[in-house]
């Protein structure tokens, strides 16, 4: 496809119709066998508003070619942390279902992020005569998500009642 300006275009035409004033006579098969490809005649204004728009719109591919990147490294890194919380949970259950000792903490942990496995290892536990005890599997971030949330509860109990006296402990 060929795209000419209108000024280009105005020239050719002008051309062609000299050539019908001064009697060159063409057959109307060679005029189409001439001008078999398509034309478009554009202004200066309307190519560069042509030129402005696919601009921007290779702008917004490569802007979201990015975000498309930067989504999955987060995607990545998302599975990540749940498939190291479900290797944990994993291990605390297996703990648990071998009649071992594990931390309170570790067992609420597994409570708490994966209910239906803890369920699992409670009711399949074997009793053992001499269970191991074992040191808690949860790292200092594993820590403070749980104490966040049990510290805003024991906080509210310790509390004085308005108007009353301390609850007994």
């Known amino acids: 496809m060929e795209i000419k300006s209108t000024d ?4 050719s035409s002008q051309q062609v119709r000299s050539e019908e004033r001064k009697g060159s006579v063409q057959t109307p098969k060679s005029r189409l066998q001439k001008h078999r490809e398509d034309r478009l005649a554009l202004s200066q204004q309307a190519l560069a508003m042509l030129e402005e728009q696919n601009r921007r719109a290779r702008e917004e591919q490569e802007r979201k070619k990015l975000e498309a ?3 999955s490294g987060n995607e990545i890194d998302a599975a990540t942390k749940a498939l190291k919380k479900m290797m944990k949970c994993q ?6 279902q071998a ?13 708490e992020n994966d209910p239906q496995t803890y369920q699992m290892a ?3 536990r074997q009793p053992k005569e001499g269970p191991k005890e074992w040191d808690t599997l ?9 104490s966040s949330g049990s510290a805003d509860v024991s906080g509210e109990e310790d509390a004085p009642e308005p108007g009353g006296e301390a609850p007994a402990v």
């Open 138 to 146: 949860l790292d200092d971030e594993d820590r403070e998500g749980d």
């Open 99 to 111: 009649g071992d000792k594990v931390p309170p903490e570790d067992e609420r942990y597994l409570q």
């Open 122 to 124: 409670i009711a399949l």
């Open 91 to 96: 291990k605390i259950a297996a703990r648990i």
């Open 8 to 11: 280009r275009l105005r020239r």
């Open 69 to 71: 990147k930067k989504n």
